[in-house]
């Protein structure tokens, strides 16, 4: 099986909640912002995946968005000219404030492509002094995730927010191909059964999982080199 090895990287998880009616108009621009991003004018953006709205909250969306360096990620809220250009047209759609968590990443990527994928934004508040453990434990997981035993899992991603009232809060972006694919992965499969059956000893209570498409951009060179992997 192959080995995928998480790199180091830097990103968002951002949550909007848009004014009743104006979703579709909110998440055009976000497209619109998503293809500038990633047209090379900046070259650390990674990818950018849209979390869709659900059913039970259909004025919600979500952002995750990576770059290369926090460097990058500060390049680009400055603002620059093309989330600027966003904000000024679209951020007027908004019921409220964005909730934005940035923070280092580790990053698997074993294949990757610009279009619509289906994958979970999941939320963990760890039990205090069981930080290192988990994230040992999901380490392991995404390793084995991405080794070729699930074919069409794309990508996996551990946030660690930068703020210090998210010291014991983590984030998980996982990506792949299809719903189908996800809902073996979330039967669950072997790999993940592994995974459940420690993690509630190092958690300080259920995690937040939020499943749907997600229209998604990815950086060429990025795809190029999974693609190689693989």
Known sequence: MA??????????????????????????????????????REPGAQ????????EAEPDVCSFFEQWGTKEDYDAHSAPNENLKFFLDNFGGLLAEPPSIRQGTMQHWFRQGST??????????????????????LACAHFDRQHDGREANANMATILQPAAEEDANTVYFF????SQADYEAHSAPNENLQVF???VPTLVAGPPEIRPGNMPHWQKESEAEAGAQRT
């Open 3 to 40: 080995t995928i090895n998480a790199t180091d990287k830097y990103g968002i998880v951002a949550d909007f909640k848009v004014s009743s009616g104006q979703i579709d108009e909110f998440i055009g621009g976000a497209r619109g912002h998503f293809v500038r991003q990633h047209d090379g």
């Open 47 to 54: 990818f950018a995946a849209i979390l869709m709205p659900s």
């Open 115 to 136: 279009g619509t994928k289906y994958g979970i934004i999941v939320k963990f508040n760890i039990a205090e002094g069981k930080m290192d453990d988990f994230v040992a």
């Open 174 to 177: 996982e990506q792949w191909e």
């Open 196 to 198: 459940l059956d420690t």
